[in-house]
T-cell receptor
């Protein structure tokens, strides 16, 4: 079946612009995660949804970052007034069963590479 | 604060050799330790994982060794192949939150 898809794959924004990044998780996956991966670094946790509920947003770096998953499927990560330090790859992952806790395999999408000029 | 420390950051191994990547963690609440493999332009993919009550886990050519008292764990890739060339991340999780290491870029040369 189809994996996690993300769009756009590449996004160039001028400093101060707002951007919206989309994630389509694997069908039926309850949990959805957003990560930020800076160049040469490992992914860093941003936020986590279980269905439509945002259960953890402790990794969001500022109030310019906002994520939603209104119907418990597709999710959007929005960044307002982008800054150069926001340049990174934004990864989305989904997993099937939150009852498995952290042992439930997370399946990652290919990411959206955001460049802020 | 880097909660999961990974080394080396880059590694060159000859085909057929053993690749070894080491990680250390601070938070004793971590209860699951996955390793991910990432190819350029792709998202990370789970390779192998271990729980802290097990000292070793082997899947094919990939082995995780885990030392709970030292808070260290490592990935061994036996008979390394050019197709193994990728970036490898160790990680540790508590609940749903996964913390990744900085990554090791492995190059296997023929």
């Amino acid at each position: 079946g189809a994996g996690v898809s993300q769009s756009p794959r590449y996004k160039v924004a001028k400093r101060g612009q707002d951007v919206a990044l989309r994630c389509d998780p694997i069908s039926g996956h309850v949990s959805l995660f957003w990560y930020q991966q800076a160049l040469g670094q490992g992914p860093e946790f941003l936020t986590y949804f279980q269905n439509e509920a945002q259960l953890d947003k402790s990794g969001l770096p500022s109030d310019r970052f906002f994520a939603e998953r209104p119907e418990g499927s597709v999710s959007t990560l929005k960044i307002q007034r982008t800054q150069q330090e926001d340049s990174a790859v934004y990864l989305c992952a989904s997993s099937l069963d939150p009852r498995a806790g952290g042992t439930d395999t997370q399946y990652f999408g290919p990411g959206t590479r955001l460049t802020v000029l | 604060q880097q909660q999961v420390k990974q080394s080396p950051q880059s590694l060159i191994v000859q085909k057929g050799g053993i690749s070894i990547i080491n990680c250390a963690y601070e938070n004793t609440a971590f209860d699951y330790f996955p390793w991910y493999q990432q190819f350029p332009g792709k998202g990370p993919a789970l390779l192998i994982a271990i729980r802290p009550d097990v000292s070793e886990k082997k899947e094919g050519r990939f082995t995780i060794s885990f030392n709970k008292s030292a808070k260290q764990f490592s990935l061994h890739i036996m008979d390394s192949q050019p197709g193994d060339s990728a970036t490898y991340f160790c990680a540790a999780s508590v609940g749903q939150k996964v913390t990744f290491g900085i990554g090791t870029k492995l190059q296997v040369i023929p």
